[in-house]
């Protein structure tokens, strides 16, 4: 008995059903999109408020807004534009620290984390309160999915 179709028929059900699993509606992927930007903007507050306390100043996070800033034209115009201006200024202050950590001039640096609390604070509240009005809870419950849950779009 020969295994190999059997072994290549599972694989090809695999890349099917992950193929599926991925495209599958980006509606209903929306709700987590916004948790983890909401995280993520959790994160950058806690930044803010403990800046000035590092020696050396730890960047600011962005991988969840450089994923997702072109999968964001659900959200209104204001907050968009909010989460717009907040995370450019994220990504300025990112390449000042980045430069001063390369020049090793940690003491020339110059930023003013504070100007990012407002901001930050209003992209935060719009996150929740789209999240709120959607999924009728301001935080999603924390989800552990299997491999047969992502593949077959499961819980």
């Not at 950590?101 to 719009?126: C, H, M, V, Y």
Request: charged share 25%; aromatic share 10%; proline share 4%.
């Amino acid at each position: 008995m020969n295994v190999l179709p059997l072994i290549i028929i599972i694989v090809l059900l695999a890349v099917v059903f992950t193929w599926i699993r991925l495209g599958a509606g980006s509606v209903r992927h929306r709700p987590d999109l916004v948790q983890r930007l909401i995280y993520e903007t959790r994160l950058n507050q806690a930044l803010v408020e403990t800046f000035h306390l590092r020696e050396k100043p730890r960047k600011f996070e962005i991988t969840v807004w450089k994923m997702s800033q072109n999968k964001i034209d659900f959200l209104e115009d204001s907050l968009r534009q909010t989460l717009i201006n907040v995370f450019s200024t994220v990504e300025e202050f990112n390449e000042q620290i980045r430069a001063a950590r390369k020049a090793k001039t940690f003491n020339q640096l110059n930023i003013d984390a504070n100007k990012l609390k407002e901001p930050l604070a209003e992209s935060r509240k719009g996150l929740e309160d789209w999240l709120e009005d959607t999924t009728g809870q301001r935080e999603l419950p924390s989800k552990y999915p299997s491999i047969f849950s992502w593949w077959f779009g499961g819980g």
